[in-house]
């Protein structure tokens, strides 16, 4: 069905009246409203791409931290929390869906939030032939929890690594992602979730 107009004029109440007197307006409305129901089917080309998008966030982060656990966080392991990479790469393709050039507009800078202080991880440029438009300031947290000095203290005692590390790192599930727009007087926008 077609849905064109040509209105004969108005009645006194200010409502347009349709010429053909055989549309009968409730016929209409029932057409529109089973118009108004049907969703379009999702594009399945674009679906795959953010899914690759979001798997290869996830290995960014993934590496970031394997990068850091030696270099900067002195420890041998850290231990992830199952879909919390997969998780914050959700929600960084959601901040960046709203960017003129979206994710690739982004720079990312982890940290590691340790008994209150935040330590710098490392810097994420996503596309550097774009010129950022946004940055994500991601924290990590450490797991508050006793049993892993106290089971660190236990297990790794004499047995150090060759390089001399033998602490082991748990992170929480939690995390804090700040959006800052670079070129927007927009005020920021957090994402904390405990």
Known sequence: MVATGSLSGKNPAGVAEPLDPGCHPGSLLSDFDYWDYV?????????????????????????????????KLGCSKVLVPEKLTQRIAQDVLRLSSTEPCGLRGCVMHVNLEIENVCKKLDRIVCDSSVVP??????????????????????????????SGLRRTLILSSGFRLVKKKLYSFIGTTVIEEC
């Open 39 to 71: 969703v379009p089917e999702p594009n399945l080309n674009e679906v795959i791409f953010e899914e690759t998008t979001c798997q290869n966030l996830v290995k960014m982060l993934e590496n970031c931290l394997s990068k850091s656990k030696q270099t």
């Open 133 to 162: 438009t946004f940055e994500l300031t991601l924290v990590f947290k450490q797991e508050n929890c006793a049993w892993t000095s106290f089971r660190d203290f236990f297990f790794s005692r004499g047995r150090l690594s060759s």
